[in-house]
């Protein structure tokens, strides 16, 4: 059985690589892909713990979190597209207001 | 003459390296942790199966688990909001009426794409008999 430090490794590793992605790029579609890689770290750990102590539950509740990464991608990009339709671009800077 | 890409030194770097710093930071705490003995999943019984009577409250599985009969309710009623939410924000208005978006057929895009040239010709074309 691999020792349960390496799969943490790789999830801090995973959601470092996330939190870099929100902290250096502007464009939307970025920003959600690097959130959805933080979300997955988070379900590396839960899928880990689950094989280490024998309990099926962070599995069960990894599926969940799946489900609901899915939902806040669909609002997501429709938050994306109607940030298109205002400023002609997917610059997440230019949108500084809360009405335009 | 080619040219080599140049990193410019400066506090807009402290962003990435602030990312960096906390992988360092986690990593040190995590490989210097210690952990219980590893239990395992029993060697019998299938893992998938548990799974599937742990989402709906059934004490069949042969893994222990929690119920999550409520967990999955709640998630849901989540995707159907948040599927109602992206066709809500998805949506375009025009002229005080609500547009699906493209329900054109992309016929304003390719309009604004060949000046408005051709799309007269092509509507003739495809419109006749044949």
């Known amino acids: ?100 | 003459m080619t040219t080599k890409p140049k990193l410019r030194v400066g506090s807009h770097l402290l962003p990435g390296l602030a990312a960096v710093a906390l992988f360092v930071v986690i990593a040190v705490a995590v490989l210097r942790a210690s952990f219980g003995d590893p239990q395992g999943f029993p060697s019998d019984g299938s893992i998938t199966a548990s799974i599937g009577y742990a989402m709906f409250n059934l004490d069949m599985g042969a893994v222990p688990g929690e119920g999550f009969l409520v967990a999955f309710i709640v998630i849901a009623i989540a995707l159907d909001a948040a599927l109602d939410g992206s066709i809500l924000l998805a949506k375009r208005e025009e002229e005080g009426s609500a547009v699906a978006l493209l329900a054109d057929g992309g016929r304003q895009v390719h309009e604004r794409l060949t000046d408005g040239t051709e799309s007269d010709s092509d509507a003739d074309d495809d419109g006749g008999d044949h």
Request: with cysteine; hydrophobic share 60%; net charge neutral.
């Open chain 1, 1 to 100: 059985m691999v020792p349960v430090q390496w799969y943490l490794l790789l999830a801090t590793a995973v959601f470092c690589i996330g939190l870099f992605g929100i902290l250096t790029r502007k464009n939307a579609l970025l920003f959600l892909m690097s959130v959805e890689l933080m979300l997955n770290a988070a379900n590396i750990n839960l899928v880990a713990f689950s094989a280490y102590w024998g309990n099926i539950t962070g599995q069960t509740f990894s599926l969940f979190t799946m489900a609901l990464a899915a939902a806040e991608v669909a609002v997501g990009i429709g938050i994306i597209l109607v940030l298109y339709r205002n400023f002609d671009d997917v610059d997440v800077t230019l949108a500084k207001g809360m009405r335009w």
